[in-house]
């Protein structure tokens, strides 16, 4: 089972920009899809962005325009760059390496998550 380790989050002021990776521990690189979902207090986990195997790319309404997800097969790495970013995006941020099922997205297996913090 291949193994994710997110990294990049951060503090950061509202309008601000970090930018996630997530490593895999084996190659992605025509198998998996992958996703970040991101947890707030208190709230469920909600999908933030996915990209397929090919590049193909889906973002929650909340971010599309400020959020893009990219993957470097030759690195088995994934990226989440957060652009414009606002209090209301503070989460915890989840790497998950899974796959599309008639256009759906399954989950697979997760990262540890990284902190993301927009305060001033």
């Known amino acids: 089972q291949v193994q994710l380790v997110e990294s990049g989050g951060g503090l950061v002021q509202p309008g601000g920009s970090l930018r996630l990776s997530c490593a895999a521990s084996?190659?992605?690189?025509?198998?998996?899809?992958m996703g970040w979902f991101r947890q707030a207090p208190g709230k469920q986990r909600e999908l933030v962005a996915t990209i397929t195997a090919i590049g193909s790319r889906r973002y929650a309404d909340s971010v599309k325009g400020r959020f893009t997800i990219s993957r470097d097969n030759a690195k088995n790495t994934v990226y989440l760059q957060m652009n414009s970013l606002k209090p209301e995006d503070t989460a915890v941020y989840y790497c998950?390496?899974?796959?599309?099922?008639?256009?759906?997205?399954?989950?697979?297996?997760w990262g540890q998550g990284t902190q993301v913090t927009v305060s001033s």
């Open positions: 998950n390496a899974g796959r599309y099922d008639s256009g759906t997205y399954v989950e697979g297996p």
């Open positions: 084996k190659s992605f690189a025509s198998i998996y899809a």
